[in-house]
């Protein structure tokens, strides 16, 4: 087997027995999971179920305190890693006092993309009415799209996407699951987060948490299946209150 | 470390500051208008302002960019624009290095302009070359913005980033021999001075208007350069790619 073979063995990541203490407080006590190439994976869960910490430490921006997060088979966090994975805060990071195509110029330089691309995600989030507009001045929900469009920039091989849709009105988000499908059929692996359910549907594979565990993970079909339900909704309710 | 990722932050820095036009013009007005100030208090002991006209023009831009670059830090770390650097392939002098350019460059301009007004306009006088002022200036900005990044690391909040100035900034002036020449203090406090980047920043810049360029001008250059390099270091490894 050589590398490249070697390479596409491995998923797109890889948790093992994760703990994640934050403050003092276990936030994750220990958990696995797998998240598939070319697929896009939900992480559905309340507030306060670990999400955002576990897609920290895939990313390799949280102190961990034990176990293993391998993305593409690597250890999280490894400088190779950095072009490779794109990460999307649940609050948006980019320049306030900068205009988003400003923005956008300073990132693409940073992952030496082209400036084409540049033009692309703006489209792509629904921005091009707001290129030239400061962000500050933006809406919530355009200032969040902005910092969306930073996060698709760069052709990630895995994609980590914190509540990317929060605040987005439907037309857009179905613009927006579908670039996420797009870029799954790339080959990479799409990673996205949700407090709400009816996002769930639209995902191939779904991880659901619940105070800092799994209670379920698999194809939305396969958790109807299982807890004979209709609604993913009552099979979360089913599946938490069987945990 | 890459060419393109640290001119990239450069400019991305400048760009920002562009912006902001009222910071602009506190940086390049606020310098002239107190050394102007100084003048006028000194109107009467001008043998006085003769010793530190020139080091004052040199001496600002410290404060300056230790204030400026601990709330861009601070804001770095705050909005999750540092944790999306992190993540990305940007390496940590990348963008110590690219926010130095862009403040040096800040420096420049702020001294020339200060450095006009109190030459021309003033008659503050320098034995040396006044164009060293203008470099010394920017060393000084450079110490200023290293230190400005480390303590930064240590403020929760733009209340506490500004309240370092006095803390860690003002004693040092006090100490440097600015005021009042160290020899006049108390032994202890003269040891302490010793120990501290600011007095041979003040002592290069009373050496360059005394148009003493000897040996000890350049240690002095030296000691300064090394409490940048220094500074920017312990600064580097405040920026956690990981963190809590």
């Known amino acids: ?243 | 470390m890459s060419a393109r990722v640290t001119l990239a932050t450069t400019a991305r820095v400048l760009g920002q500051l562009r912006r902001d036009r009222r910071t602009l013009a506190l940086v390049f007005l606020v310098a002239p208008a107190l050394v102007t100030l100084f003048k006028f208090i000194f109107q009467y002991q001008s043998s006085a302002f003769e010793r530190i006209g020139a080091p004052l023009i040199g001496l600002f831009p410290l404060v300056m960019m230790f204030l400026i670059t601990s709330i861009a830090m601070l804001r770095e770390r705050t909005t999750g624009t540092l944790e999306r650097l992190m993540s990305l392939p940007l390496a940590k002098l990348d963008l110590l290095v690219g926010y130095a350019l862009a403040f040096a460059l800040l420096a420049a301009v702020q001294g020339a302009i200060t450095g006009t007004i109190g030459f021309a306009l003033l008659g503050i006088t320098t034995l040396g070359p006044a164009w060293a002022v203008v470099l010394l200036a920017i060393a000084n900005a450079l110490l200023g913005m290293a230190l400005g990044l480390f303590f930064s690391a240590f403020a929760r909040t733009e209340f506490q980033a500004v309240q370092f100035m006095p803390a860690v900034l003002l004693p040092q002036i006090l100490l440097s021999g600015l005021l009042l020449p160290r020899g006049a203090m108390p032994r202890a406090l003269q040891i302490v001075a010793d120990a501290l980047p600011v007095t041979y920043a003040y002592d290069a810049l009373a050496k360059i208007t005394a148009n003493d360029t000897g040996t000890w001008l350049w240690l002095d250059i030296v000691i300064v350069v090394g409490a940048v390099v220094l500074a920017l270091v312990l600064g580097a490894t405040t920026l956690r790619r990981r963190t809590a």
Not at chain 1, 137 to 150: D, F, N, P, W, Y
Not at chain 1, 201 to 227: K, Y
Request: negative net charge; hydrophobic residues 45%; charged residues 20%.
């Open chain 1, 1 to 243: 087997m050589n590398s490249a073979q070697d390479e596409l063995s491995h998923p797109a990541v890889e948790v093992k027995d994760l703990v994640v203490r934050r403050g003092g407080r276990v936030i994750l006590p220990g958990i696995s999971l797998c998240v598939a190439r070319a697929r896009v994976t939900g992480l559905l869960g309340p507030s306060g179920s670990g999400k955002t910490t576990l897609m920290r430490s895939i990313v390799g921006v949280q102190v961990v305190e034990s176990g293993s997060v391998h993305v593409l088979g690597e250890p999280a966090g490894s400088s190779s890693l950095r072009p490779r994975v794109a990460y999307l805060t649940q609050a948006p990071s980019i320049y306030a006092d900068l205009t988003v195509s400003e923005n956008l110029r300073y990132f693409a330089r940073i992952l030496d993309v082209p400036r084409a691309r540049i033009e692309e995600v703006i489209a792509l989030v629904g921005l091009g009415g707001q290129a030239r507009q400061l962000t500050r001045t933006l809406s919530g929900g355009e200032h969040s799209r902005a910092s969306l469009a930073v996060a698709l920039l760069g052709r990630p091989e895995v994609l980590v996407l914190d509540e990317p849709t929060v605040d987005v009105d439907p037309v857009l988000r179905r613009e927006l699951w579908r670039s996420f499908y797009a870029i799954a059929e790339g080959g990479a692996g799409v990673l996205v987060s949700s407090h709400v359910m009816d996002e769930a549907s639209r995902c191939h594979e779904l991880v659901l948490m619940r105070a800092g565990e799994i209670i379920a993970s698999g194809s939305p079909d396969e958790l109807l299946a299982r807890t004979h339900t209709e609604e993913l909704e009552d099979a979360f309710i089913s599946l938490a209150e069987a945990a």
